[in-house]
Each structure stands twice: as structure tokens, then as C-alpha cells.
């Protein structure tokens, strides 16, 4: 039989231990969310921000949110990955696009011409999630928590245009290294340029044209300083809601079920969002009803004609997809091997 003395000791020791386990995996107190682009009034006044405003109640824990859109703290968009890899924000709203120039494997979700409209994207996305959530945790210490779309990328133009090849000669605001491709394939100048530059680039000539999904043009009142509206789709323009990997770790198993279920559901808005919002906004910028959610604007609306459609098809097949197989490779030689088995299944596309 143990001396009482050392029974006492063995004891506190226990007690000591268990406080230090329970010290180690207490859960955050605070979250500091960096959102996306505030012109983008629909996904962040509407879904974004209130998500996170009532994140504690929907998790059932205490929890200090700190959240503004990430224009209102000066982040630039490209930077997102490595922000997110160092810690600096918790949780970031991504343009999935402009981060991919840290690794062009991202922008495989969503490659110019592959996904045009949201039933192919939508399964180019979900083709692609675990390779891509994998790769991020490995690559950037993030972890997936949404993928969702702005919607089909379409053209706004400062100069009267009647069909796609009138872009040429012109500078048109690019946001991702396969819309630049595209657009040098077409003649035009590609302008990289984040959402927020956009309208003081349009209107100062900066760039003729931009693209963009008709909800967030309209949102950011681009009909302002554009006069010709091409609804030709090139993209859906895949977002991301990622979450630093040390911060998902602290939290318990019970509150990372919570916590995807949660996300999963703001996804799922933000999808339901493109898919009813961009038809409205549409008739907006052209003046036409119905249009209930939009600002009414008077652009030129430019019919889409197959020749142009076309074009965009042909350009995946000549420059989209041997762009981006060398620029990936380059990284990891497997990226052409990994997106052929995933989205290249399931959109009928194979990169030889």
C-alpha cells in the first residue's frame, strides 16, 4: 500500500497534468476574419458578415469575432496564402484566382473556358476539393472551409464593342493568369487589377474593359464608367473561405463538426446567391426587367453570338490548358496527372 504522503503526491501530479492537458487544448477565444471585398454588398452584407457576427451562437462557444472586408484592412488579394500560412488572420475570404500566383495548382478549380456555367462548375469544384484541400494544408497551413463562385465572368467595356473580337487593341482588367492568357490570345492587353482598383482603373482608362460577374459589377456600380455589356461567360470566378491550420487544430472534434456544418451552409448561400442574383443584375445593367435587386443602369447590352462562344472554347485546347500545365509542373510534376483525373473528368477535358 502506497505511503498516504505519496498518494497525495501522485495526486497533485494527475491534477497538474490535467490541468496542462486541458491548457493545451482550450479552445480559441477570439477570431480575427479578414472578408471579402465590401462593393460586394450582396455576399458580404447579406451572407458574410452576419455569418460571422453570429458564429459564436451557431458554434455555442465564446468567441470575440473580429471580421472586416479585407479592402477595409488594406489586404491585398494576392497575398491571401501566405497571410493565411503566417497566421496573420484566422480566417480569409480568398479570390482564388489572384492567390494562385503562389501556386498555379489552384487556379485548376476554375481554369478560363473549362467551367462556363454553374452546373459544369460546380462539378469541376467538388471534382477537385479534396486534391485542392490537401494541397493547401500541406503547402499553406490553410484548411478549406468554403468554394463558391461570384458567378459567370463577363465583359464590361468602356468603348463600343459588337463582338468578342472588338476587345482587341484594348486593355482588359484580368484577374488570373488564364484570363490573361485568354485575353492576349484575343489581342487585348491583359490589366492585372484586384476588384476595389477596377472602378478608378475603368474610369481614369487604365483598362477599356473588365471582367467581372454581373452581381458584382452591378454592386460596384461599373455601369458608371462602362457603356457596353457582353454577358459572354468565361469562368465562375471560385472564391474560398480558408482557415489557418494551427487555428482549426485548437478546436475541439465537437466544434470542428459545428464548424464545417456551419460553413457548409454559408457556402451553400453563396452558391444559391449566384445562381439567382446574376440574371437579375443582368437586366439591370441594361435597363431591362425584371429588376428587383440591382441598381438600374442603361448599358448596351451585346448579344453573345456562337462565333464568340467558340472562341473562348477554342482558346482552352490552344493556350488555357498548355499554360497552365507548364506553369504547374514546373511546381509539381504530378498537377497535370492530379487534374486530369478531377476535373478533367468530369468537365470532358484531358491535358496530354
Not at 487555428?247 to 454559408?266: G, H, I, R, V
Not at 509542373?329 to 504530378?334: F, L, Q, S
Request: charged content about 20%; some cysteine.
Amino acid at each position: 500500500m502506497k505511503h498516504p504522503l505519496t498518494q497525495l503526491a501522485s495526486l497533485c501530479a494527475a491534477a497538474v497534468l490535467g490541468l496542462a492537458s486541458s491548457a493545451a487544448i482550450a479552445e480559441p477565444t477570439a477570431i480575427r476574419i479578414a472578408g471579402n471585398f465590401s462593393s460586394n454588398t450582396k455576399h458580404v452584407d447579406n451572407i458574410e458578415r452576419p455569418f460571422f457576427t453570429n458564429l459564436p451562437k451557431i458554434l455555442g462557444i465564446p468567441l470575440s469575432v473580429n471580421y472586416n472586408p479585407m479592402d477595409a484592412v488594406g489586404v491585398q488579394a494576392a497575398d491571401a496564402l501566405r497571410m493565411l500560412r503566417s497566421g496573420t488572420f484566422d480566417v480569409m475570404s480568398v479570390q482564388i484566382g489572384m492567390a494562385s500566383r503562389d501556386d498555379p495548382f489552384f487556379e485548376g478549380v476554375d481554369l478560363i473556358g473549362v467551367s462556363t456555367n454553374l452546373k459544369d462548375l460546380r462539378a469541376a469544384v467538388d471534382a477537385y476539393r479534396h486534391a485542392f484541400d490537401e494541397r493547401l494544408q500541406k503547402r499553406f497551413n490553410a484548411k478549406v472551409m468554403t468554394l463558391w463562385p461570384f458567378g459567370p465572368q463577363v465583359f464590361y467595356c468602356n468603348k463600343p464593342i459588337k463582338t468578342l473580337d472588338d476587345v482587341k487593341g484594348l486593355k482588359v482588367r484580368s484577374f488570373t493568369p488564364s484570363m490573361a492568357a485568354l485575353i492576349q490570345s484575343l489581342g487585348a492587353t491583359p490589366v492585372t487589377l484586384q476588384f476595389s482598383e477596377v472602378y478608378p482603373a475603368l474610369q481614369r482608362g487604365v483598362a477599356d474593359c473588365g471582367v467581372t460577374s454581373p452581381t458584382s459589377g452591378n454592386a460596384g456600380k461599373w455601369p458608371e464608367v462602362t457603356t457596353h455589356f457582353l454577358p459572354l461567360s468565361v469562368s465562375g470566378s471560385v472564391q474560398g473561405h480558408f482557415m489557418n491550420l494551427d487555428y482549426w487544430n485548437k478546436l475541439s472534434p465537437e466544434t470542428q463538426k459545428k464548424t464545417l456544418a456551419a460553413f457548409k451552409n454559408m457556402e451553400d448561400q453563396m452558391w444559391a446567391l449566384a445562381e439567382t442574383a446574376n440574371a437579375d443584375a443582368m437586366n439591370c445593367n441594361v435597363g431591362a426587367e425584371p429588376c428587383k435587386e440591382g441598381v438600374k443602369f442603361k448599358m448596351n447590352l451585346v448579344t453573345v453570338s456562337p462565333a464568340d462562344a467558340q472562341k473562348v472554347k477554342n482558346a482552352v485546347g490552344t493556350v488555357v490548358l498548355p499554360l497552365w500545365k507548364e506553369s504547374c509542373n514546373k511546381i509539381d510534376p504530378k498537377c497535370t496527372e492530379i487534374w486530369n483525373d478531377t476535373v478533367g473528368k468530369a468537365r470532358g477535358y484531358k491535358i496530354n
